[in-house]
């Protein structure tokens, strides 16, 4: 797995921030071909679909996490989604913090203090999940399971 976490989101834990304060709200953008080597760089491939709470349908609909167990903090009940911009094969994702692109906590494009978490996609054994892994234009892809989990001690 290659789950990295941003400077900005690694100095949010380290202060006074938890990773639900920090990532609910946000969005998951998902792109095609390889993370890049941080979550600090620009995003690289393209960018095949935005998941929200509402389909990208309303800019204010992040998305909401449940309660946190046992050093897990899964998604909400929520439906998570967006519509396909781009048909491609899912590669890797980018979690933005609250705000989204804007501001600080999840700015798009190089970044040393936006708030975001980068990881790869795939059948299995990947950080998130996908099958299939090809996205189709226009169609509605449906994140039904999204955990974050913290490392044990």
């Known amino acids: 797995m290659a789950l990295r976490l941003s400077n ?11 990773i639900y304060e920090l990532f609910n709200g946000g969005f998951i953008d998902i792109y095609s071909g390889g993370q ?14 935005r998941i929200t709470g509402t389909s990208g349908a309303v800019a204010t609909a992040g998305l909401t996490f449940g309660t946190a167990a046992d050093g897990s903090l899964p998604k909400s009940a929520d439906i998570w989604s967006g519509v396909v911009i781009v048909a491609g094969v ?20 190089t970044s040393g203090t936006g ?16 099958s299939p892994t090809t996205l189709t234009l226009g169609r509605t892809h449906t994140v039904d399971e999204f955990t974050l989990t913290a490392p044990a001690a």
């Open 8 to 18: 900005g989101a690694r100095a949010g834990l380290a202060g006074t921030k938890g």
């Open 115 to 130: 708030i975001r978490l980068d990881g790869n996609v795939g059948v299995s054994g990947s950080d998130m999940v996908m």
């Open 36 to 49: 890049p080597a941080s979550a600090d760089a620009a995003e690289t491939g393209v960018k095949l679909v």
């Open 90 to 109: 899912a590669g890797w994702f980018r979690l933005y913090g609250t705000l989204g692109t804007t501001g600080v906590m999840g700015s798009a494009g």
